[in-house]
């Protein structure tokens, strides 16, 4: 039984092949396992999040297999095994079941009452499930590719010292989410170009944009390669590591940074209908913050908590952009904040 609502892909674009290469999808749980279909293709990534509750948001991907998760809000290890949580990617779908973590007593992604029971998935497609091995880099990684989309799935084991990693895309990647799998405490680094390899940022806390060379090796991407220092967060010794990159292509995806002028109306172009947008200020004691058009504008979840979905006033999703309300969190006067964009299908 399919109990889902269908909001966007990445459709088809002039000039690339984009084939349903992005989709935001909501869904209800209905406290047992279901097979929710409507998606258009089969996803290789799936970032879901309970909307009417507290529980973490859930990360997994198809080269790590559908039920070993991932919690991007937290430091923890990756858990679960194979059928728990997310019991498969399919054709045009994926199945959730109904499971329990030992740290809540709601599950995360099927349970079955009132507004607990509302989910968002926000779903990429790389290769479906097919992975190659990459020795572009120093280290040796294990890739799956969607050149088309600017998306990859990168897999390496650290090493502990300067080195390189291959990350397939055949062109310079612009944003990376990337963690430890197995080492508790080091949370989410996060690579954007705008804002330089000296640079970065944690997805999971509320620390501003900080100077640190080693986690990158104050080096910018290449078309084949990621650079990693000896930061123990991005790279420590036989530690496994997972990567997702993606870098700007036109017309279905943008990632950059811009600066908030304190005034509700503050566009930002991106040259397409963003369906998904992370904005997060560069400013410590600050949220990361999602929306997307399948939930509506002004509704918002934070990347960095457990927190339900809120109302965040005047934010909206544009033909072109989106556009800030006079609020410090993205659009506080001479603020720099960054963001990444994915297009809506029309």
């Known amino acids: 039984m399919s109990l889902n609502k269908r909001l966007f892909t990445g459709g088809q674009l002039p000039g690339a092949t984009l084939e349903n290469a992005f989709s935001a999808y909501i869904y209800d749980g209905n406290g047992s396992s279901q097979s929710l279909t409507g998606l258009g293709f089969k996803p290789d990534l799936l970032w879901i999040k309970q909307r009417g509750g507290d529980n973490p948001h859930l990360l997994m991907d198809s080269s790590r297999g559908a039920g070993i998760l991932l919690t991007p809000n937290t430091t923890a290890n990756e858990s679960g095994n194979s059928g728990n949580f997310v019991g498969s990617f399919d054709n045009d779908g994926f199945q959730v079941n109904r499971n329990y973590l030992s740290y809540t007593a709601h599950d995360t992604t099927n349970y079955g009452v009132g507004d607990a029971a509302k989910y968002v998935a926000w779903a990429w497609r790389a290769n479906e499930g097919t992975t190659s091995s990459n020795s572009d880099g120093n280290i040796a990684s294990t890739v799956q590719v ?85 930061e123990t967060g991005t790279n420590s010794n036989n530690y496994p590591y997972i990567a997702y990159c993606w870098h700007s292509v036109p017309g279905y995806s943008k990632f950059g940074t811009y600066t908030g002028t304190g005034s509700s109306g503050h566009t930002i172009d991106v040259g397409f209908q963003p369906g998904f947008v992370i904005v997060r200020s560069t400013a410590s004691s600050e949220d990361w913050l999602m929306f997307d058009s399948a939930r509506g504008n002004n509704k918002v979840i934070y990347a960095n908590s457990n927190a339900e979905e809120a109302t965040y006033n005047t934010f909206g999703l544009t033909s072109t952009g989106f556009e800030l309300p006079q609020w410090g969190s993205s659009n506080g006067n001479g603020q720099t904040y960054i963001y990444a964009a994915w297009r809506e299908a029309t």
């Open 146 to 230: 969607n050149s088309a989309a600017g998306f990859s799935i990168v897999q390496f084991t650290g090493s502990g010292s300067n080195t390189t990693v291959g990350h397939g895309l055949g062109a310079a990647p612009d944003f990376i989410l990337m963690t430890n799998r197995t080492r508790n405490g080091y949370g989410w680094y996060v690579y954007n170009s705008a804002s330089g390899p000296t640079k970065n940022m944690v997805l999971n806390t509320r620390d501003g944009l900080a100077t640190n060379a080693a986690a990158w090796n104050n080096t910018a991407t290449t078309a084949t390669t990621f650079s990693l220092g000896t």
